[in-house]
């Protein structure tokens, strides 16, 4: 039997590599060979030890587990009714999403298993539950009957399919939670992965002015977000973000989207510069100790509508995998980096403090 080779976080800062025995594959789960997975900003966030639990979790993430919730694969093995359920078969290349559902809580029954009350992550689950094999940073990865499997097109690169979820996410926070109709302006606050996603995104939804704002270090994102279709990129460390956004706007955005971490001045400038009657994404993660020393009364003055972004929808998926698939967009020229799972250590660092200010965007883990 052939072993599986996995990058094994025994605990925060330290990886392992192991081998594990192939799963049995009944008639309603799979096995996905893995091309390549992107590296999210929680996995790091997992390594540094910075993240304990997820987000509105109850119960700490256990370790040693398999890191890594945004894989791109082949169909190995797949039961009759797995098959039948995702529409697949052996030898399609698919790409999972990071949550699988519970398929019996009032969210999955409504149609938004993305609001599960009782998610378990593939990448987040400890090598101790059977068959151990739930992440991506690996050789294979188990699929559970209650995975979430889409196919996209082996025509694409896997450079290009990697990005799928940082796509995903920017569809559903710059498009389908703010409702952005043809021609309204936005601006993205933030050039990291998700924020320049939201710049394909937004841009390939129709948008008017597309605007993203950054700091001097993040010159590198704000060139590449004009090459990705933003009409203007702002470094907010030399120009006023807000008295920019209003003039080429007109007066204020329709949308802004608040992509950035930690920091929670963006949160004010994004009230200041969204027009009366629009709407404020909060997507970026503070950390649990930030105030936010915000007047709340311009959400009332202002007749604002502010929405949480917490993941993203099915439908935000697809959505990804068809502008991958169209070739219109460079969605590769988001991947700056590729490492194999033997520099798990070196690939989640490259998203941290460890190597900023080195260009490093978006990165993808392959098996070797």
Same mark, same amino acid.
């Given at each position: ?10 605990? =925060?800062?330290?990886? &392992? ?14 096995? +996905? ?20 639990? #997820? ?13 890594? /919730? ?36 009032? #969210?999955?029954? #409504? ?28 050789? /294979? ?9 889409? =196919? ?38 933030? !050039?990291?992965?998700?924020? +320049?996603? $939201?710049?394909?995104?937004?841009? #390939? ?16 994102? +704000? ?37 950035? =971490?930690?920091? @929670? ?47 993203? $929808?099915? &439908?935000?998926?697809? $959505? ?9 967009? !460079?969605?590769?020229? +988001? ?12 690939? @989640?660092?490259?998203?941290?403090? /460890? ?14």
């Amino acid at each position: 039997m052939t072993m599986i080779r996995a990058a094994v976080l025994v605990q =925060p800062g330290a990886f &392992e590599m192991r081998e594990f025995p192939r799963p049995t594959v009944g008639d309603d789960d799979g096995l +996905l060979r893995l091309e390549a997975c992107g590296v999210c900003g929680t996995d790091y966030e997992i390594y540094a030890g910075e993240m304990t639990r #997820s987000y509105g979790g109850s119960a700490p993430y256990r370790f040693p587990m398999i890191l890594g /919730h945004e894989p791109v694969g082949i169909i190995e093995e797949i039961g009759p009714a797995a098959a039948k359920r995702w529409g697949v078969a052996p030898g399609d290349r698919v790409v999972v999403r990071n949550w699988r559902q519970c398929s019996r809580c009032p #969210s999955c029954l #409504s149609g938004k298993p993305e609001r599960c009350t009782n998610l378990g992550g593939l990448g987040l689950t400890a090598i101790d539950v059977a068959p151990a094999v739930w992440g991506a940073y690996a050789t /294979h990865m188990y699929l559970p009957p209650a995975a979430r499997v889409f =196919p996209i097109s082996p025509r694409v690169s896997v450079r290009a399919a990697s990005t799928f979820n940082a796509l995903a996410c920017g569809f559903e926070w710059s498009v389908f939670l703010p409702q952005l109709k043809p021609g309204q302006h936005i601006a993205i606050l933030g !050039p990291g992965q998700r924020g +320049l996603a $939201s710049v394909l995104a937004a841009r #390939s939804s129709g948008a008017g002015k597309v605007i993203v704002t950054g700091l001097a270090a993040d010159q590198h994102k +704000l060139d590449l977000a004009r090459h990705l279709g933003a009409d203007l990129a702002i470094n907010v460390e030399r120009d006023d973000p807000v008295a920019l956004v209003r003039q080429i706007t007109g007066g204020g955005a329709d949308v802004v989207v608040d992509t950035t =971490p930690v920091a @929670v001045q963006p949160v004010q400038q994004g009230l200041d510069m969204v027009r009366r009657g629009g709407t404020l994404i909060l997507a970026g993660i503070k950390g649990a100790t930030r105030t936010f020393p915000f007047a709340s009364d311009t959400i009332i003055e202002k007749a604002l509508t502010v929405k949480g972004a917490y993941g993203a $929808s099915d &439908e935000a998926v697809r $959505s990804a995998i068809r502008l991958i698939e169209s070739d219109a967009y !460079p969605a590769d020229r +988001l991947v700056t980096d590729v490492f194999t799972i033997d520099q798990a250590k070196q690939a @989640v660092e490259s998203l941290g403090r /460890h190597t900023r200010g080195k260009g490093t965007i978006n990165v993808a883990i392959v098996p070797k």
